[in-house]
């Protein structure tokens, strides 16, 4: 069974100061695909990341900062310096090799609000 | 930049009614997933498509829900009856082709049903 846990229902900061979003995983397959995607309150879903379980680099694109970690199955997301407009719920998914359709696991989401 | 469309955004609609939603996939993207978002939790898959082909629809209840993508490109899911329990929102999303993760699925901006 493929599972995603997001612990952190909602958290809350002021602008400017660094947020950590937990995400941890379970899988039997071998080979897969964490994601991350961003919820506005609009509704859409905006992608932000695709990591492959053979690729374990940590990866940075501007504020935002992937630790993808098998060792202990968790694919965290870290926001520096936050703003106002990183208020949103941000959901972390999981896509296994196995699972053909290419069908994504979501997780419940975690809640960010960022106070100015 | 390409968007997956759907209408209406909002649906408001009577308990034993029929309602219908509608997407419109990224041009060139032969794989179509519904997904129902329920408040406060994330997404699910309802059915998946190929072309006009049914990949996955194991979570499709299949006693009042029905879904059709008759020329492979744009899509309709439909309620009927509809269900206080059926309130949620309905995402459409769309990738280039089904191998897991292989590709980013893109989302629309979602239709959001009220059953009274």
């Known amino acids: 069974a493929q599972k995603v846990t997001q612990a952190q229902t909602e958290i809350s900061v002021v602008e400017k100061e660094d947020v950590t979003l937990d995400c941890v995983y379970e899988?039997?397959?071998?080979?897969?695909?964490l994601f991350w995607y961003k919820q506005p309150p609009s509704g859409e879903l905006v992608f932000l990341i695709r990591?492959?379980?053979?690729?374990?680099q940590n990866e940075i694109s501007g504020r935002y900062s992937w630790n993808f970690q098998k060792s202990t199955s968790s694919f965290n997301f870290t926001i520096t310096a936050s703003q106002v407009v990183d208020s949103a719920v941000y959901f972390c998914a999981l896509s296994g090799l196995y699972n053909q359709g290419g069908k994504l696991i979501f997780g419940q989401g975690t809640e960010l609000s960022v106070k100015p | 930049e390409a968007e997956v469309a759907q209408s209406p955004r909002y649906k408001i609609t009577e308990k034993s009614q029929a309602v219908a939603f509608w997407c419109d996939p990224i041009s060139g993207h032969a794989t179509l997933y519904w997904y129902r978002q329920i408040l406060g939790q994330g997404p699910e898959l309802l059915v998946q498509?190929?072309?006009?082909?049914?990949?996955?629809d194991s979570q499709l209840p299949k006693d009042r829900f029905s879904a059709e993508r008759l020329k492979g490109v744009d899509s309709t899911l439909k309620i009927q009856p509809a269900e206080l329990g059926d309130s949620a929102m309905y995402l459409c999303?769309?990738?280039?082709?089904?191998?897991?993760?292989?590709?980013?699925?893109?989302f629309g901006p979602g239709t959001r049903l009220t059953v009274t």
């Open positions: 999303a769309s990738s280039l082709a089904p191998r897991a993760g292989a590709y980013e699925q893109y």
């Open positions: 990591r492959n379980s053979f690729d374990e």
């Open positions: 899988t039997r397959d071998t080979t897969y695909y």
């Open positions: 498509f190929q072309d006009e082909s049914v990949v996955d």
